[in-house]
């Protein structure tokens, strides 16, 4: 049988025994292209079924969450959490509030991060939850009281040593203090159980940096292999979140010149650059005003394009840091035919497969999500092992452990999708990812 025709019936069965979930099917199938042909030579993975197998949750967990809003009115949300993997480590991964969380965008999620943690180095196995409770237009005091309440059935299920939740989009260090003062209430016990924690009560330095940085750090590692760096690079970054504020951070010190950000509402086009000064702009508005990114434009006289994504400008590197497909077909080529040759996502999946299809044609170096932003999950991971120690290590330290990480992902890539000259990222840290997960449950048995 063709390989393709392998492909497609996998394809068909994951279809339907998950029907509706668009996005988790987008992104087992990106991994069964890679893997299929894999197993074909190392039919030891597929006798075991183990792609079949690590396509399944081991448990889903899911459960309402009501809350009383400041009007007094009872409000109510669905709630997940995804425990995918634990064959390497404890279930591991973030937690997204967004109005668009439902069971498959979730488990495309927790399926990703199985391979992304796996590819760390470090022993975590994958997970994600969430809800589509929307914090935007919220006070601090209904996030508390849905925060609460959603910790009040989560906390029965997580644990330091069993399942750790961080955060993801709408998800930073406010509903992290929150969730993790109700889980140590009902608890009583001070533990690692979330990571993203505030630095003085359990948090690590460079956590909230992590995966803006490394996705910065992949790029030049990438770079690199042409004997090319970032300085001197045009970048467009999409989102004004906790990850697009941080890879402009780094590509700026790192000599890079960061040209756009974006919301949900549209982006800003600065040809000036978006320096420090104009960043910590940003991070007030964002992170302590919370408002939209359009007051960026009239800050500093620039141009805002009201429901437009920044791949239309002219760029060498493209970081989409802000959600899923959010580079489709047209915008790729257009990002190719305007000289862009470097795409390392710190979004998850945000390239539709069309995309990367253009991408790879073009053989632009194009550091995918599981490996470009494994940052923010490896620096959780430290964090896990300081709280073990009960320690805290130096912002030096952290950094350069974290650059060391991105370096061995990295290297794994090219290890397993070097073709001649060009590499591979895709087939790289999927088959990089899924072996050190494969091997360790075979040697499980029948789990
Ligand atoms: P934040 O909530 O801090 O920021 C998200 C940003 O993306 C905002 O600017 C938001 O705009 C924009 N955005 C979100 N959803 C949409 C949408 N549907 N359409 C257009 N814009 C949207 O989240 P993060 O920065 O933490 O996460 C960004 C991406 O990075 C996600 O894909 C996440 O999974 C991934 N990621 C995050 C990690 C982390 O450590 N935080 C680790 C690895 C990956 P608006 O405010 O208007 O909604
Ligand atoms: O997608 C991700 O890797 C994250 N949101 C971070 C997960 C974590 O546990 O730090």
């Known amino acids: 049988m063709a390989l393709e025709q392998k492909v497609n019936d996998f394809m068909a069965k994951i279809i339907a025994k998950n029907p509706g979930e668009a996005e988790f099917h987008q992104a087992v199938h990106e991994v069964a292209e890679t893997i299929i042909p894999y197993m074909e030579e190392n039919p030891i993975y597929k006798e075991n079924k183990i792609l079949e197998r690590i396509a399944e949750p081991e448990r889903v967990i899911l459960f309402r969450v009501p809350w009383l809003d400041d009007k007094g009115e009872i409000q109510l949300n669905k709630a997940y959490r995804i425990e995918m993997n634990s064959a390497i480590g404890p279930y591991k991964g973030g937690l997204r509030f967004h109005p668009t969380v439902n069971l498959g965008v979730l488990k495309f999620l927790a399926f990703e991060q199985v391979l992304k943690n796996s590819l760390t180095t470090l022993p975590m196995g994958g997970g994600k939850g969430g809800s589509d409770f929307d914090p935007k237009g919220k006070t601090d005091n209904e996030v508390m009281r849905f925060c609460q309440s959603f910790m009040t059935e989560l906390c029965r299920h997580i644990g330091p040593n069993t399942d750790i939740p961080a955060g993801d989009i709408g998800v930073g260090g406010r509903e992290i203090g929150f969730m993790y003062g109700q889980y140590k209430r009902i608890r009583n016990e001070f533990t690692g159980v979330l990571t993203g924690k505030g630095r003085e009560w359990g948090g690590s330095l460079i956590r909230p940096e992590a995966t803006g940085y490394g996705a910065t750090y992949f790029a030049e590692y990438m770079l690199n292999t042409r004997g090319d760096s970032l300085k001197g690079k045009v970048v467009t970054i999409s989102g004004s979140g906790n990850v697009a504020q941080y890879a402009c951070e780094k590509v700026t010190d790192m000599g890079g010149k960061v040209v756009t950000l974006s919301?949900?509402?549209?982006?800003?086009?600065?040809?000036?650059?978006?320096?420090?000064?104009?960043?910590?702009?940003?991070?007030?508005?964002?992170?302590?005003?919370?408002?939209?990114?359009?007051?960026?434009?009239?800050?500093?006289?620039?141009?805002?394009?009201?429901?437009?994504?920044?791949?239309?400008?002219?760029?060498?590197?493209?970081?989409?840091?802000?959600?899923?497909?959010?580079?489709?077909?047209?915008?790729?080529?257009?990002?190719?035919?305007?000289?862009?040759?470097?795409?390392?996502?710190?979004?998850?999946?945000?390239?539709?497969?069309?995309?990367?299809?253009?991408?790879?044609?073009?053989?632009?170096?194009?550091?995918?999500?599981?490996?470009?932003?494994?940052?923010?999950?490896?620096?959780?991971?430290?964090?896990?092992?300081?709280?073990?120690?009960?320690?805290?290590?130096?912002?030096?330290?952290?950094?350069?452990?974290?650059?060391?990480?991105?370096?061995?992902?990295?290297?794994?890539?090219?290890?397993?999708?070097?073709?001649?000259?060009?590499?591979?990222?895709?087939?790289?840290?999927?088959?990089?990812?899924?072996?050190?997960?494969?091997?360790?449950?075979?040697a499980q048995g029948v789990v």
């Open 263 to 442: 919301d949900s509402s549209g982006f800003i086009h600065d040809p000036a650059g978006i320096d420090a000064e104009k960043l910590a702009f940003v991070m007030h508005l964002k992170n302590v005003k919370r408002g939209r990114i359009k007051e960026y434009a009239d800050k500093y006289n620039c141009e805002f394009h009201e429901g437009k994504r920044p791949w239309g400008i002219k760029c060498d590197v493209a970081m989409p840091n802000a959600t899923q497909n959010e580079v489709n077909e047209e915008e790729a080529k257009t990002l190719i035919a305007n000289g862009c040759f470097v795409v390392s996502e710190g979004a998850n999946m945000p390239s539709a497969p069309e995309a990367i299809e253009v991408y790879s044609k073009a053989k632009i170096l194009y550091g995918l999500g599981k490996a470009a932003n494994a940052g923010g999950v490896a620096v959780s991971g430290l964090e896990m092992s300081q709280n073990s120690l009960r320690l805290s290590w130096t912002r030096e330290e952290v950094d350069s452990r974290l650059k060391q990480i991105m370096k061995d992902i990295h290297e794994t890539c090219v290890k397993y999708g070097k073709e001649g000259d060009y590499i591979d990222y895709v087939k790289g840290a999927n088959i990089g990812g899924f072996v050190k997960v494969a091997d360790a449950m075979l």
